[in-house]
């Protein structure tokens, strides 16, 4: 790792002095570094928006988003073998909250995220599995359920990627998915610490679920409900401008815009056809789903601006665990450790 970099890194963590301040951090070191827990979120959700300002959101549009963020790189951070489990827990836990999510774009790269998380990790360590909470298992179950019963291709892939990550033993069902303490005087001294971020969590989970974006992609049944109409519609405006009356009606139509008298069925129909009464009625489906893909471009293009603004490499004036030149910047290491900029997949 060259010098600045490494001074970067150094800058990056802390000291953690007291036990109210490791409610909300995570140890990277042995020495008590640590590293805020909102730098995982953070660079968790840049991930996910970079991932839903791509076109196709399958697999192939989230490997191009983990290359160019470098996301392997985080593997960098946490060195402790001790630290690991928990260090990869912020982010399995930042990923999972996601879940909560309106919009069907977000929720694919959550299964893809977690996929990416687990098997990037460095063989140097056992790799930590996903802790997964009886409610977010429910609706990861779930999700995956309506996910793999879809007929959209790119959420059956990211079902089928799901259940290999479960084949593989990659989650471990649990009633807490926070890794605390052993030392029962530091849980009671920190209760007031995750009492608050539990608290805050329920917030976030309440926004995701209110995420303008789930509104504009017309999610589940309403969108399907809505498009099933308007296909209806369209046969129905079709057969009606095929009858005969329907040309008796455009033949006065014409008569009395033109003067002339056309006599031609096929003439008249195709005529009546051109009229804004055969306007394409799914394309107000589609204009919604066209709003939902701009909105997650300026997503991405609004936090790319702010990094770019922040020469410091932090994300509004919080720790991030990326590098901030740009979102192709290689960070070296003089570690062993193998990382690569895409996981190892089995």
């Known amino acids: 790792m060259t010098e600045a970099k490494s001074t970067k890194r150094q800058r990056d963590t802390k000291i953690c002095e007291n036990l109210y301040q490791a409610g909300d951090y995570f140890r990277v070191h042995r020495r008590h570094r640590v590293l805020p827990r909102h730098a995982a979120e953070d660079d968790l959700s840049f991930l996910l928006t970079t991932f839903a300002s791509y076109p196709r959101h399958d697999m192939k549009d989230f490997l191009e988003a983990w290359k160019a963020l470098d996301f392997g790189q985080i593997h960098t951070v946490c060195t402790d073998s001790e630290s690991r489990p928990k260090f990869m827990q912020a982010f399995y836990d930042a990923a999972l909250a996601y879940l909560w999510s309106g919009s069907t774009v977000i929720r694919i790269g959550v299964f893809y995220a977690l996929y990416f998380l687990y098997y990037s990790q460095p063989l140097t360590w056992p790799r930590a599995p996903i802790r997964v909470e009886p409610d977010t ?22 079902a089928a990627f799901l259940l290999r990550l479960r084949k593989d033993n990659g989650f471990v069902y649990t009633l807490q998915s926070q890794i605390e303490t052993t030392n029962h005087l530091e849980r009671m001294e920190m209760e007031s610490v995750y009492t608050i971020r539990k608290r805050l969590q329920e917030f976030e989970k309440e926004r995701l679920t209110l995420d303008p974006t789930s509104v504009a992609y017309m999610e589940g049944k309403g969108r399907k409900k809505l498009r099933s109409t308007a296909d209806a519609y369209e046969q129905a405006k079709r057969a009606s401008c095929s009858g005969p009356q329907a040309t008796r009606a455009m033949q006065d139509l014409l008569y009395n815009m033109t003067g002339t008298r056309e006599t031609k069925p096929e003439r008249l129909t195709g005529a009546l056809m051109n009229t804004t009464l055969m306007a394409d009625e799914a394309a107000f489906v589609n204009t919604l789903q066209r709003m939902e893909a701009e909105h997650w471009r300026e997503r991405f293009r609004e936090i790319h601006e702010r990094m770019n603004r922040d020469k410091s490499g932090r994300l509004d004036s919080r720790t991030r665990l990326l590098p901030s030149e740009s979102p192709t910047t290689t960070i070296s290491t003089a570690s062993r450790i193998d990382v690569t900029q895409s996981p190892r997949l089995p």
Not at 141 to 158: E, G, L, N, Q, Y
Request: hydrophobic share 50%; with cysteine; aromatic share 14%.
């Open 137 to 158: 298992w429910k609706l990861l179950i779930s999700t995956c359920a309506d996910f793999a019963k879809s007929k959209d291709a790119f959420t059956v892939k990211a």
